[in-house]
């Protein structure tokens, strides 16, 4: 479903954020993306969702290069990403209804439907009972559920995750995880950056680790379950 060829990312100011990157990932396939912070994870993953351009090389999506996918094209792209960011990107003027509902209305569901569905995503994170309140006056960690239910809201064929543990109690990270490995049985693909070693043994799948921009080791499940 994603292969990344060759790929580099500069910014400017001559900062390299990713240098010759090369991975595939199957259709269906759960994987994690760990590393240092300025590894280039986000970066990694904004490239997928078109949130940024790679300098050179090519970032294949279902066979197509979306390196060069015309500017028209991109949201019906994103249309396929859920994307769960590390900072939220919440409307702040908007209920968590609201929030969690606008891919929906943009794709033009029925009220109905939209009703049924954002009601079912917010009791999956635990927050059908905020659905009225605006972001602001929910903590970090319910700000994330809320971006998290946002994410899944159109059952999108891959979803792309940011720490999305980050803000979260251990329970609720383990819940969520849970929740994440249930997407993943009912087929969607999933590329997770996380930093948190612990909860990646535990739920054994395969492990991407960046290193100043660069793969330096991709590990497959049965070794990352072995002992140490």
């Known amino acids: 479903m994603i292969s990344f060829e060759h790929v580099g990312k500069r910014y400017p100011g001559g900062i390299q954020a ?8 199957k259709p269906g ?9 300025g590894a280039g994870k986000s970066t990694l993953l904004k490239l997928i969702a ?23 094209h ?9 994307v769960i960011f590390q900072d939220h990107r919440l409307l702040s003027d908007k209920r968590v209804f609201d929030n969690v509902a606008l891919p ?12 049924r569905r954002v009601r079912a995503a917010l009791d999956k994170v635990g927050l059908l009972d905020k659905e009225r309140m605006y972001p602001p006056m929910l903590s970090g960690g319910e700000q994330q559920r809320v971006g998290i239910a946002r994410a899944i ?4 064929p891959m979803l792309l995750a940011d720490e999305p543990t980050g803000n979260l109690d251990p329970e609720m990270s383990a819940e969520l995880m849970n ?13 997770i950056a996380s930093h948190d070693l612990d909860l990646i043994r535990r739920l054994n799948r395969r492990v991407l680790v ?3 921009g660069e793969i330096v080791d991709d590990i497959p499940p049965r070794l990352m379950g072995e002992p140490a």
Request: glycine fraction near 8%; avoid cysteine.
């Open 210 to 212: 960046l290193k100043k």
């Open 29 to 37: 396939e759960m994987a994690f993306l760990t590393g240092h912070s």
């Open 153 to 156: 809201i159109t059952k999108p």
């Open 50 to 72: 078109l949130l940024e351009r790679p300098s050179r090389g090519q970032v294949m999506f279902d066979g197509r290069n979306v390196s060069r996918l015309a500017r028209r």
């Open 18 to 25: 990713l240098s010759d990157v090369n991975f595939s990932l």
């Open 104 to 115: 929906l209305m943009i794709a033009g569901f029925s009220y109905g439907e939209i009703q």
């Open 179 to 191: 929740y994440f490995l249930q997407l993943n049985e009912l087929g969607m693909t999933l590329l």
């Open 74 to 82: 991109i949201p019906y792209l994103r249309r396929r990403i859920g």
